[in-house]
């Protein structure tokens, strides 16, 4: 499948052939990238185009290489007018590819969260930590091997730091809740945050067609901050965007007020997730227990969204993952807070 022809952010001009199914063009130079990590419509690059120049935000994993390289092809957009690749965060599903794509762009640049720089120039405990999450087997299957970046081509970010791309300027700031070395991109051409998962997931599934989207926090292992989490989220809503483009799944929000809807949303299931976490933080079963709730809360929310449009095993198959995380990260959070590390 192909998506019709499009025109060309980099020099304004059609392009001539019909996209690939795996990249979306939204609007402002701004594409979609597919990164065919564990389901269609699941995990997202983005590919940012200006006056021939271009940036990623996000990655996907190694084995998204393939697509990152094809949509670049696609646009007609030579891989030494890249000019950066910017993971929002080190989580592989977001860098695990960062290394192997830098290896095919021979002028960029990757700027990195300065928290998050050492595990670019060697991903070894990056995976180890993600092994202890997922399994060796998983590993392999997902991620296939991590590959380095060199130190000279490679720079931290700083909060509030501005970038160029093309004849537009991309804003960072600094935005832990969901992991300590995380930014966020703001693009004033499209008045859109590239989010990482500090603005949640939301996945195209659980669309409405009057509604618009629905979304949910993630809280996966092992930096979790409900508050520091919210504060981030507020931050954001200070630029009053339009959009968000979240990595969980693409572009959504249709103008300011639907954004901030979402952002309501997502901050009142960050405090029921607490609430959760909080009652159960003394249950014998407490991940399974955790899980039965965690599940129920998102049921009750996408059928507060969609109605009866979507029987709650549906829901539960299409959460299943993200609930088992966002248990797992509840309780590091829990043990953190027993403990006065938080």
């Not at 670049?72 to 590819?97: F, K, M, N, Y």
């Not at 249950?283 to 969204?305: C, F, G, I, N, T």
Request: aromatic residues 6%; negative net charge; glycine residues 8%.
């Amino acid at each position: 499948m192909t998506r019709p022809a499009a025109t060309n952010a980099a020099d304004a001009t059609p392009v001539t052939t019909a996209l690939p199914d795996y990249l979306e063009p939204l609007d402002h130079g701004v594409y979609a990238i597919d990164t065919a990590f564990q389901r269609d419509h699941f995990d997202a690059a983005f590919l940012v185009v200006d006056n021939g120049r271009a940036a990623f935000i996000d990655t996907g994993t190694r084995l998204a290489l393939p697509r990152l390289l094809g949509a670049l092809e696609a646009l007609g957009i030579a891989r030494d007018a890249v000019d950066w690749v910017i993971p929002t965060h080190v989580h592989l599903d977001h860098a695990g590819g960062v290394g192997t794509l830098m290896r095919e762009l021979p002028t960029a640049t990757m700027l990195v969260h300065p928290r998050g720089l050492r595990h670019m120039l060697d991903p070894k405990a990056l995976w180890l930590g993600a092994s202890a999450v997922y399994g060796d087997e998983e590993m392999k299957r997902s991620y296939g091997e991590l590959v380095g970046v060199p130190e000279s081509r490679a720079q931290e970010s700083h909060d509030e730091q501005r970038i160029q791309v093309g004849g537009r300027a991309l804003r960072l700031i600094d935005t832990p809740g969901h992991a300590r070395h995380h930014h966020c991109v703001w693009d004033e051409a499209s008045r859109g945050w590239f989010t990482g998962d500090t603005f949640g997931l939301s996945y195209r599934e659980f669309d409405d067609a009057e509604r618009g989207a629905w979304i949910m926090p993630t809280s996966t292992p092992v930096q979790f901050e409900p508050e520091v989490l919210k504060a981030s989220i507020a931050r954001m809503m200070a630029a009053r965007p339009t959009r968000m483009y979240v990595t969980h799944y693409s572009r959504i929000g249709r103008d300011e007020a639907d954004v901030e809807r979402l952002a309501a949303l997502l901050v009142a299931q960050i405090d029921d997730m607490v609430e959760i976490a909080t009652r159960l933080k003394d249950a014998p079963d407490r991940h399974a227990a955790m899980k039965r709730e965690l599940l129920a809360l998102y049921q009750r929310r996408v059928k507060d969204h969609l109605g009866d449009q979507m029987p709650p095993t549906r829901i539960a198959a299409l959460l299943a993952m993200d609930v088992e995380l966002n248990a797992q990260g509840l309780e590091v959070w829990l043990d953190k807070v027993a403990k006065g590390k938080t």
